[in-house]
T-cell receptor
Framework: SQQGEEDPQALSIQEGENATMNCSYKTSINNLQWYRQNSGRGLVHLILIRSNEREKHSGRLRVTLDTSKKSSSLLITASRAADTASYFC???????????FGEGTQLTVNP | DAGITQSPRYKITETGRQVTLMCHQTWSHSYMFWYRQDLGHGLRLIYYSAAADITDKGEVPDGYVVSRSKTENFPLTLESATRSQTSVYFCASLGGQREAFFGQGTRLTVV
């Protein structure tokens, strides 16, 4: 079964609005990562947050991690049509270097 | 060119045939992974490798074989292709900051 589960499965917003996606996971982690996938393409790494960090920023991205709840959120501020893509969380577990991905959130940003 | 490349990009094969998907990376990353992504879903780990001659099973290894005689190459072989193995296959390698770099994917259709 998937380690990470994203919520919601799909999100549609207007340009300029903020988009928030959530990820829950099951086991202990070294870090949690977020990736983006444009249609028909490979995944691209966005941001990594370590298990001892609670919040991290990168440009318009803000990631939070709550290890007590085994959950993370990705916030994209001031969204653009070009942000339209699928977003996946991935966990790097403590039992070995294997990244486990969730099912993803399909984000659509309408111009 | 530096990076991670997969070949072929598209492949159609018949049920029962053996097919090999190639993956090559130029960074000398130790860890490499093979994932499959079925339409509208996340990535599921097939096999991974910690170094040359070290491989291990992921979530869905049945029907697949891997080898890693050289650090830069990590081929995936479907020994006897089945229709359920129709999918998009992604190869990835793990960078020094524990982020994954993905190839462009191989779209495999088994008829």
């Amino acid at each position: 079964s998937q380690q990470g589960e994203e919520d919601p499965q799909a999100l549609s917003i207007q340009e300029g609005e903020n988009a928030t996606m959530n990820c829950s996971y099951k086991t202990s982690i070294n870090n949690l990562q977020w990736y983006r996938q444009n249609s028909g393409r490979g995944l691209v790494h966005l941001i990594l947050i370590r298990s001892n960090e609670r919040e991290k920023h990168s440009g318009r991205l803000r990631v939070t991690l709550d290890t007590s709840k085994k959950s993370s959120s990705l916030l994209i501020t001031a969204s653009r049509a070009a942000d339209t893509a699928s977003y996946f969380c991935a966990t790097d577990g403590t039992s070995g270097s294997r990244l486990t991905f969730g099912e993803g959130t399909q984000l659509t940003v309408n111009p | 060119d530096a990076g991670i490349t997969q070949s072929p990009r598209y492949k159609i094969t018949e049920t029962g045939r053996q097919v090999t998907l190639m993956c090559h990376q130029t960074w000398s990353h130790s860890y490499m992974f093979w994932y499959r992504q079925d339409l509208g879903h996340g990535l599921r780990l097939i096999y991974y490798s910690a170094a040359a001659d070290i491989t291990d099973k992921g979530e869905v290894p049945d029907g697949y074989v891997v080898s890693r005689s050289k650090t830069e190459n990590f081929p995936l072989t479907l020994e006897s292709a089945t229709r359920s193995q129709t999918s998009v296959y992604f190869c990835a390698s793990l960078g020094g900051q524990r982020e994954a770099f993905f190839g462009q994917g191989t779209r495999l259709t088994v008829v």
